[in-house]
């Protein structure tokens, strides 16, 4: 069975109605998520434990990455709940998973038993405490939402639109 031109029209006019209800709920889902995580790393001495915990920096290092990494959160999360600079800040945050998902993953090959610190916490734990598993699942799914924004960034209640950057 061929696609006729109405079949094709009809699903292409589906894909443009549907896509930007499908961009806002990333967009929002993932400035959730990226709140959350934030919020849970205050005070900032939880950050910097859970980065030290996954022993890849030094001190100094670890402790920048630490305090500063809670203010990207916040900041990546208000670009996107306000849908500014949406296909950047889509990337951004696929991106930023992918160095969760590799960080979880050093310290799972290094055979550490800690905290991811995703959401506060961090640091040591009984290795059968590790839930390196669902926080990688986890951590693809945001990524997943990322890059869908990076792909299809158009969105109702955006500024992009109001700028005229996607219609």
């Given at each position: 069975?061929?696609?006729?031109?109405?079949?094709?029209?009809?699903?292409?006019?589906?894909?443009?109605?549907?896509?930007?209800?499908?961009?806002?709920?990333?967009?929002?889902?993932?400035?959730?998520?990226?709140?959350?995580?934030?919020?849970?790393?205050?005070?900032?001495?939880?950050?910097?434990?859970?980065?030290?915990?996954?022993?890849?920096?030094?001190?100094?290092?670890?402790?920048?990455?630490?305090?500063?990494?809670?203010?990207?959160?916040?900041?990546?999360?208000?670009?996107?709940l306000?849908?500014?600079?949406?296909?950047?800040?889509?990337?951004?945050g696929?991106?930023?998973?992918?160095?969760?998902?590799?960080g979880?993953?050093?310290?799972?090959?290094?055979?550490?038993?800690?905290?991811?610190?995703?959401?506060?916490?961090?640091?040591?734990?009984?290795?059968?405490?590790?839930?390196?598993?669902?926080?990688?699942?986890?951590?693809?799914?945001?990524?997943?939402?990322?890059?869908?924004?990076?792909?299809?960034?158009?969105?109702?209640?955006?500024?992009?639109?109001?700028?005229?950057?996607?219609?």
């Amino acid at each position: 069975m061929t696609d006729t031109p109405d079949a094709t029209r009809q699903t292409t006019t589906r894909w443009e109605t549907v896509q930007p209800w499908i961009s806002l709920a990333c967009r929002l889902g993932l400035a959730a998520v990226l709140i959350t995580a934030a919020v849970t790393k205050f005070p900032p001495a939880l950050s910097v434990q859970a980065v030290e915990a996954y022993d890849l920096f030094p001190t100094d290092i670890a402790r920048l990455i630490g305090y500063t990494l809670p203010l990207f959160e916040i900041a990546l999360a208000l670009l996107l709940l306000l849908g500014l600079a949406t296909r950047y800040s889509g990337a951004v945050g696929a991106i930023l998973m992918v160095v969760f998902i590799a960080g979880i993953i050093s310290a799972m090959a290094r055979g550490l038993s800690i905290d991811c610190g995703c959401f506060g916490g961090g640091g040591q734990v009984d290795p059968e405490e590790t839930k390196y598993g669902v926080s990688i699942a986890r951590d693809i799914a945001f990524g997943a939402m990322g890059a869908f924004l990076a792909i299809w960034p158009r969105s109702p209640f955006a500024l992009d639109r109001v700028l005229g950057l996607y219609r």
